[in-house]
């Protein structure tokens, strides 16, 4: 009689942990493994480093005929705007990098595998946001930072007096840094809600790209003030201070972007076949 009792009990208790799925620590842990080991990751973060680095270098060296010889607020807003400018760049490159960090998975099938770990499949898609915005925020600070040191005697040769110690110059580094988290996490939900790779480049391309220049072409009100919505024109707002949003705005702008398109992947990941 025990000798029966045991395999069952060893069967159920291998049933309850699987309808249990991974540990939240658990679902995160395979996420990260999953994101630094994929090389586009790598060669997308190495051409975001490279692109802020590169433009600030190429901006700076025009600052005397830019800027001149300010200092203060009007220097901060001047540093901001060159180590900030790679940014036009960076968003695409990590907009492609959202999309392919679930779309890939979809085409290889080893989203299979994710789902048969998490049943639930939610924690699934909060695990991914969550580890691709955070390596997003911190190559994108490292990245802004290294730019402003790298290009602050450059700057300050052309008469920019910029405040390394300055709480308000920091702020802007971190909104720049938040501006393409924000744009990263639009792209990964479009590329769980498309599941396609090529599909999920055109649309996020499209929205950052295209949408912007056909709204402001149009000679009308409406779509002028429908373009500065966007997301590439209002997330300006959380490092470029001064334009049509104040930063908390921008934000808020931003989030709302990202729910949308989170909230709609999530709802088809739960009805749809993996």
């Known amino acids: 009689m025990s000798t029966l009792a045991q395999p069952a009990l060893a069967r159920s208790s291998h049933i309850d942990a699987s309808s249990r799925g991974l540990s939240a620590t658990g679902i995160l842990r395979s996420e990260w493994i999953k994101l630094r080991s994929l090389r586009s990751t790598w060669w997308s973060f190495g051409i975001i480093v490279a692109i802020q680095i590169g433009m600030a270098v190429l901006f700076s060296l025009t600052a005397t005929d830019r800027f001149g010889e300010i200092s203060g607020a009007q220097a901060t807003d001047a540093a901001v705007s060159v180590t900030s400018v790679g940014l ?10 959202g999309v392919l960090v679930i779309s890939g998975e979809y085409a290889t099938g080893q ?50 007096q910029a405040n390394p110690f300055d709480g308000t110059l920091w702020l802007h580094f971190i909104g720049a840094a938040t501006f393409l988290v924000m744009i990263g996490l639009i792209s990964l939900g479009i590329g769980a809600t498309l599941r396609s790779t090529p599909g999920g480049i055109a649309a996020s391309l499209g929205l950052l790209l295209v949408a912007p220049t056909i709204l402001v072409v149009i000679p009308a009100a409406w779509a002028n003030t429908l373009a500065g919505w966007t997301p590439s024109s209002a997330g300006q707002g959380l490092y470029y201070w001064g334009g049509t949003f104040e930063p908390w705005q921008a934000l808020l702008v931003m989030l709302g972007w990202v729910a949308v398109f989170i909230a709609t992947a999530a709802v088809l990941m739960k009805r749809r076949d993996a």
């Open 111 to 160: 989203i299979r595998s994710s789902f048969m770990a998490v049943p639930s499949r939610l924690p699934v898609l909060a695990a991914k946001a969550i580890v691709f915005s955070i390596a997003t925020f911190v190559v994108t600070l490292v990245s802004i930072v290294v730019a402003y040191f790298v290009t602050m005697p450059i700057l300050a040769g052309a008469g920019v």
């Open 88 to 97: 036009i760049f960076g968003q695409l490159v990590i907009a492609v990098l």
